[in-house]
């Protein structure tokens, strides 16, 4: 295949899944501190108390509703276990895993910085300077091994204060709140961080309010206004990394997959259209700069107001992300012929059975050619460089007693998603800056909480409710993904 040398190949992460040290530092707590594990067919829930005393925890879904009763604050609770509290505990394990990330010829690796680790309670005037401390001996581990980082703001990690004084990002002192964050980090970070991202899956503000702009009531009307106040901010943060520094690229990030119809009926592809449509707004603005009329007319049909003004859509078009990156790992179907399919399983798309894919124990369909087409979709709407920042395979891989890991199924899967990407660039010509797998090293699952559902090069000795060593091991992917890279993706 023909990626240009500039191409970067690497591994994701995320603090809430992967750091630890929840407490440690200095931390103050955030949005994923107060949730608890789950499953496949068990919610993660949001723990809370009221002022007189009561306690509870009000379930989580992906594409549901969400909504804390009223007067609830989120806290921790005795009696419940929060997956994010320990992660795999990069925390302590950073050397270590960096280690194994330059072992397999890693150009890039990205992670979070956790927001409330900077600043305890999202907004604080000074910075927490162990919290800073921290992220300089990643970086500069990183720079060791000629590791470039690349660096998600706010991966569903708003502070908890933020979220308990203003309701998250529905509230425009957040945008204030997140620049300060951005121009204390990309001062401090300077020459060490030069790719930047926003907003992890910045769409999870209509998916998963809680997770995707803090908010405690996921009505239309707060994620009208959430997702309108994240893009002022990624505009005022774009404006500001490249003061800064010239050297910075503030990229979006998107959660996109290629949605087909179930069948020829004109019904099926009016919906796919408009669950795509549900998808590129965030893009279209972001990216793109401007406000697209579908959305604008649903706002006006559903009674929506922003609370906005005209120098916004002043800075939305003039500073659109440099980038535009995204989150793939399957493919989904839809259809208005319900009777007709069968429901997939995957809680988190809505969708129904692919009968021409294989899924995993989650629902989730493996899709060959998912890459080349949402590639595809993004280039030609934006003419933007992309960068595909996670992609990769959930499942509940076995250590064995030699302490090895035989995950075929995930170099099979690995396999076909880099071919798909790299027809992408060969027979389409699309503008691609690299790879991220998600993840590097095994991590806690995002959707469910779990350790069994594990995405990593290298597993880690931890269970579903927090036991085990943490000790690592490479997987056979490992070794497969270091041949991947040092042959720039031509050896698959
Ligand atoms: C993406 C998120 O949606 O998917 C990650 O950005 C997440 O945080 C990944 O871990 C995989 O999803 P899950 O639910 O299997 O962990």
């Known amino acids: 295949m023909v990626l240009n040398k500039k191409f970067t190949w690497g591994g994701a992460s995320a603090a809430n899944q992967y750091e630890g040290g929840y407490d440690k530092g200095g931390k103050g707590l955030n949005a994923i501190d107060v949730l608890t594990n789950g499953s ?10 009221k002022t007189n005393g009561e306690t509870g925890a009000t379930p989580l879904v992906w594409g549901k509703k969400f909504k804390l009763p009223e007067g609830a604050i989120p806290t921790i609770l005795d009696g419940y276990y929060y997956p994010s509290h ?17 072992e397999m010829g890693f150009d890039v690796f990205r992670l979070s910085l956790n927001w409330s680790r900077i600043l305890p309670n999202g907004d604080d005037k000074k ?5 800073l401390e921290f992220y300089d001996k990643i970086f500069d581990e990183c720079a060791k091994y000629n590791i470039k980082p690349l660096v998600t703001l706010s991966h569903y990690e708003t502070p908890l204060s933020l979220i308990i004084r203003f309701g998250g990002w529905k509230d425009r002192h957040l945008i204030d709140a997140f620049v300060h964050y951005s121009d204390i980090v990309m001062r401090h970070y300077k020459g060490k961080v030069k790719y930047w991202l926003t907003f992890n899956e910045i769409n999870a503000m209509d998916m998963s309010p809680y997770m995707g702009g803090g908010l405690i009531d996921g009505s ?4 009208a206004q959430g997702a309108h106040n994240l893009f002022v901010a990624s505009s005022k943060v774009v404006k500001l990394a490249h003061e800064i520094d010239p050297e910075n690229q503030v990229g979006q990030m998107l959660a996109y997959s290629a949605i087909y119809p179930y069948t020829c009926d004109p019904k099926d592809q009016i919906k796919v259209m408009e669950a795509k449509q549900a998808m590129l707004f965030y893009s279209d603005v972001q990216t793109g700069g401007h406000y697209p009329n579908y959305r604008l007319k649903k706002y006006e049909r559903d009674g929506i107001k922003l609370d906005d003004r005209l120098e916004d859509y002043k800075l939305i078009a003039k500073y659109p992300a440099d980038f535009l990156s995204f989150s793939c790992y399957t493919s989904n179907v839809l259809t208005t012929h319900n009777a007709d399919a069968k429901a997939s399983g995957n809680v988190s798309s809505g969708g129904i059975v692919n009968p021409y894919l294989e899924s995993n124990s989650w629902g989730w369909a493996t899709d060959p050619d998912v890459l080349r087409i949402a590639l595809n979709d993004l280039w030609d709407r934006y003419h933007k460089p992309l960068w595909v920042v996670e992609n990769g395979l959930g499942w509940s891989d076995k250590l064995e007693e030699d302490g090895k890991v035989h995950d075929d199924y995930r170099i099979k ?3 076909a998603q880099i071919k798909s990407m790299e027809d992408a660039v060969d027979i389409d010509g699309v503008d691609l800056m ?31 409710r927090g036991n085990g060593s943490l000790k690592r091991y490479p997987k056979d992917s490992f070794y497969w993904y270091k ?7 031509k050896d698959l």
Do not use: C
């Open 127 to 131: 910075p927490n300077k162990q919290g």
């Open 40 to 49: 496949a067919t068990e919610p993660r829930k949001v723990t809370w108390k």
């Open 86 to 102: 320990q992660g795999t505990d990069f925390y302590h394990h950073y050397k270590e895993d960096i280690k194994y990330m330059a």
């Open 220 to 223: 239309e009307q707060n994620r």
């Open 434 to 464: 690299g790879y991220t797998m998600w993840s590097a090293i095994d991590l806690v699952s995002n959707g469910t909480g779990e350790m069994k559902k594990r995405y990593g090069f290298v597993y880690v000795d931890r269970d579903d």
């Open 413 to 415: 899967y690995l396999r």
């Open 483 to 489: 041949k991947v890279i040092a042959s720039n993706g």
